[in-house]
């Protein structure tokens, strides 16, 4: 049974256009792949990562007290979760041309040498390999495939790159664009968005 984690990052929770999509393309996934277990980590309420957040890291367990000991056993968590699933799906609405700052967050606390990422004599190294990342992005404007706003689009380069950092270079993007643009570029772009799913997931029934 294949294990997919879930990540939304809206702060609009259930009315987000990005959470939406994605469970259209969750739906799909699952019918693809039969058997799944699916685990759901909504970030919006994510602390973010900050100076105690390190400082406890960076505490030998023993000597930790517990705000610290909470705090690691958190970000311990997460990194697990992200081990233990063979696809992600990340719902990831662009906010001011990139990505939410809860959606930043969660990458702050997965990103941890030695645990998703190392350096070596060949330089450094992702260790969250082989597995398949689905994010979709929903946007208000035109960004993807040459879009008018398309110089403005930092949402998909970092989380490219990033993400290819710490292993994840199988990467798919689903666009939601068009949301700020008015009731028919809305439908538009989620007819394009629901056409693209139905193109990487192709065992899928239709939406």
């Known amino acids: 049974m294949s294990n997919i984690l879930f990540v939304t990052s809206s702060i609009f929770g259930e009315n987000s256009k990005s959470r939406t999509v994605a469970l259209d393309l969750l739906t799909n996934l699952k019918l693809s792949e039969g058997a799944a277990s699916v685990t759901t980590r909504d970030v919006a309420g994510l602390p973010h990562f900050d100076g105690d957040t390190l400082g406890a890291l960076m505490t030998p367990a023993e000597k930790r007290d517990a705000a610290q000991t909470s705090r690691v056993a958190l970000a311990d968590a997460l990194i697990g979760e992200a081990e233990a699933a063979d696809t992600i799906v990340i719902a990831a609405p662009m906010y001011n041309f990139s990505i939410s700052s809860q959606l ?6 997965i990103a941890r040498s030695g645990r998703t990422f190392r350096y070596s004599a060949a330089g450094p190294e992702g260790l969250l390999k082989g597995k398949k990342v689905y994010i979709v992005a929903a946007r208000g404007g035109l960004y993807a495939n040459g879009g008018p706003a398309a110089a403005m689009d930092f949402q998909e380069p970092y989380l490219r790159g990033l993400l290819g950092f710490l292993g994840l270079t199988d990467v798919s993007f689903v ?12 439908a538009n772009g989620f007819a394009v968005a629901n056409k693209r799913i139905a193109q990487l997931v192709p065992t899928a029934i239709a939406a």
């Open 104 to 109: 930043k967050a969660w990458i702050d606390h």
């Open 175 to 186: 666009y939601v664009e068009g949301l700020n643009m008015g009731p028919e570029a809305v």
